[in-house]
């Protein structure tokens, strides 16, 4: 049987692991007690498992709520509205970012943005005034409080209250949430257009195919039938997988294929995508690095990252080559590492629809993978050791309106530099702290800037630049949205990374309202983003983690220029 059309695992040495691994999981009925949502696959107790495993069951249950979803698009085209404006973060933004730039947005439909940022800047951005009176907001979050969501909501709605009225606002938002969140409450109470109950037993990371996903890509004219009927059929046939070893690469191989090798010491994970669907790599980052970087152990994806020659690649990469069919630029760099040993996985899609059973592969692959290491691929038990520092410093700038103050260790050229190490300069600081990486560790750049196509490209050459000298890999990542996506990781795993955190000043700042519909703020979006940061840092020295922070000034290209020609030097 062909259960992922045109996939190949090519794993060399590593095959006769793999297969025995992939073998003793049939004869212990993983598959079976997969469908069966047996909760003693992972752990013997049932505690955030049972009430997690609904996404086996999405493909075909949300089948049943097309029609409402569709209506709902028609009923908003019918009204006027052109865009939308997805409010979210993590599990929830994800899904529907990867929609966005896959599939467009097709003629007649609402243009989609998402925000997923609580720098001011990014804030601001979306505050454009001549969409306004056309712009549907989307409020995004299974736990229905998280606080950058909430911070996003209380924004817009004040600022549409203020054009329209309390009345008319609340029809141009739409909650999705699970059942009894405050969010439901809240939205019942500002009488909001609609609000959708996701089902509870799905959590974030696996909700791509529920309406956290569904409802943001059907606005946009995604045929989420098609997209349905793919993942449907992965799902069926990852049901009905029998035999010894498959035709292909079903979830039950890959996730036995990802399990031994990281077992192995082959734990970074580095995909290379067609242009078309690389945002894909970003939903996979978090399901991965979420999932399975806890208990001293984790996988880490390397999304992003330029492929380059064998040499700067450490004896730990495992290489998947997610692309198109009528996509092949990418060949020969990849045959290249193939033929250099490297373990190789490569998966073809017929078209941008299969991302739909790419999605359920994956989510079965990375479930399996957790069996395979022995930890609970469901629960997060870092990732609120980062929020609660955070709310601490809240609590205190509401109480004596300052953050913890810190005095950096050296300023030069225009950076402040925070940690523990002596140096003359930041660049100094930067290379002495990069000789404290470990062989097959990796490098980790938190930013809490405004993302940017400038920013975005110098990140980029910094992590080049460091993997090239270092033959680590390297990962990149916005605060505080990486906090919902690899922070579970940063904290969990064995300990092998360098975080580079990168902040810098706000030009501008943006008030966070205390309630909805009511004027007053005691917090700005600026001071969340700076207590997040400084939470994060904290989280991870408490975790015995390394970690550096430069603050970039005024100038984040200039800043970023001065520590990538530094390790050059």
Partial sequence: MILVPNAVASLGRFQPAVDAAFASMMRSRVPARLWEKDYTLWKPSPVEITNRLGWLDSPRAMTGRLQQINDLADNLRRDGFTHALLLGMGGSSLAPEVYRKTFGVSEGYLELAILDSTDPAAVLAFSDQRHLSKTLFIVSTKSGGTVETFSFMKYFFNRVSERYGAEEAGRRFIAITDPGSALAELAAVHRFRETFLNDPEIGGRYSALTYFGLIPAALMGVDIKKLLDRAAGAADQEKCLEGSQPDSLSGLYLGASLGVLARAGWDKLTFAFSPRIASFGDWLEQLIAESTGKEGKGILPVIGEPLGPAAVYSDDRVFVYVHLSDDRSADEEIARLE???????????????????????????????????????????????????????????????????????????????????????????????????????YFALQAYLQPTAETDAALLRLRRCLRDQYHLATTAGYGPRFLHS??????????????????????VDVPIPDEMGRPGSSVTFGVLKAAQALGDRQALLNAGRLVIRFHLGDDIAGGLRILTEAITR
Wanted: no cysteine.
């Fill in 486 to 507: 690899t922070g579970q990781l940063h904290k969990g795993d064995g300990n092998r990374g360098l975080f580079i955190q990168l902040t810098a000043d706000d030009p």
């Fill in 339 to 441: 033929k250099m040993g490297r373990p190789m996985i490569k998966i073809r899609l017929q078209d941008v629809y299969d991302l739909g059973g790419q999605i359920f592969l994956w989510e079965a692959a990375t479930a399996v993978a957790g069996h395979d290491l022995g930890i609970n691929p469901f629960d997060q038990p870092d990732v609120e050791a980062s929020k609660v520092l955070a709310r601490r410093m809240l609590a205190r700038y509401r109480e004596k309106s300052v953050l913890p103050v810190e005095a950096p260790v050296l300023r030069g050229d225009g950076i402040s530099v925070y940690g523990d190490i002596l140096a003359q300069s930041p660049g100094d600081a930067l290379n002495i702290f990069l000789r404290s990486s470990v062989p097959n560790g």
